[in-house]
């Protein structure tokens, strides 16, 4: 009923950029918090960024001073903007929303596939 589609992902040397994208489609009635998640190889999934819809915003201390999260409500849209790359945050970034279906009152969390993003030394 509701589809997360990260995009953005791809090979970066450190040092680098990469803007990451999360649109959310389908019955949706609003969006709550939204947040990225990452998880490497035989890692751990962890917090990388959390969005409230009000754009209030908090941080992982690995990535803090390098990435900044944003979303457009108007879009269903999130964004994660990944700058000074570091070999460390090689994973697969997963999108995470609480969404309001049309069809509920409340808020069910919602996946998206993931995206790869991988920083060469």
């Known amino acids: 009923q509701v589809q997360l589609v990260e995009s953005g992902g791809g090979l970066v040397q450190a040092g680098g950029s990469l803007t990451l994208s999360c649109a959310a489609s389908?019955?949706?009635?609003?969006?709550?918090?939204m947040g990225w998640y990452r998880q490497g190889p035989g890692k751990q999934r962890e917090l990388v960024a959390t969005i409230s819809r009000g754009s209030s915003t908090n941080y992982a201390d690995s990535v803090k001073g390098r990435f900044t999260i944003s979303r457009d409500n108007a879009k269903n849209t999130m964004y994660l903007q990944m700058n000074s790359l570091k070999p460390e945050d090689t994973a697969v970034y997963y999108c995470?929303?609480?969404?309001?279906?049309?069809?509920?009152?409340?808020?069910?969390?919602?996946w998206g596939q993931g995206t790869q993003v991988t920083v060469s030394s």
């Open positions: 995470n929303a609480k969404v309001v279906v049309t069809t509920a009152w409340f808020p069910v969390d919602s």
């Open positions: 389908g019955s949706i009635h609003r969006i709550d918090d």
